[in-house]
């Protein structure tokens, strides 16, 4: 069973910066995708970023300039480095990884105060 451990949420003030990582528990093969998604108090779960197998990145617009996905292959790791944020990044973020299934980390909470 693998486990994705998440890890780098916080409370921060508006401006400041966090670098979140999400960590698979053993090797995964095959991953063709990486993402950081966010969801907020009442509103739907949305992709953030994303990494492709390639290395291609894709980015909502409300981040664009700001956050930035990375990876590390040799250890099944994601990291998500968050910039200038703002009060509305105020979420809790999930990572996914999928290869041959799909696998989701139990979130991290992020809180920017204004």
């Known amino acids: 069973q693998v486990q994705l451990v998440e890890s780098g949420g916080g409370l921060v003030q508006a401006g400041g910066s966090l670098r979140l990582s999400c960590a698979a528990s053993r090797i995964i093969f095959g991953i063709n995708f990486m993402g950081w998604y966010r969801q907020a108090p009442g509103k739907q779960r949305e992709l953030v970023a994303a990494?492709?197998?390639?290395?291609?990145?894709n980015y909502a617009d409300s981040v664009k300039g700001r956050f930035t996905i990375s990876r590390d292959n040799a250890k099944n790791t994601v990291y998500l480095q968050m910039n200038s944020l703002k009060p509305e990044d105020t979420a809790v973020y999930y990572c996914?990884?999928?290869?041959?299934?799909?696998?989701w980390g139990q979130g991290t909470r992020v809180t920017v105060s204004s």
């Open positions: 996914k990884l999928v290869g041959i299934q799909a696998y």
């Open positions: 990494i492709g197998g390639g290395g291609s990145t």
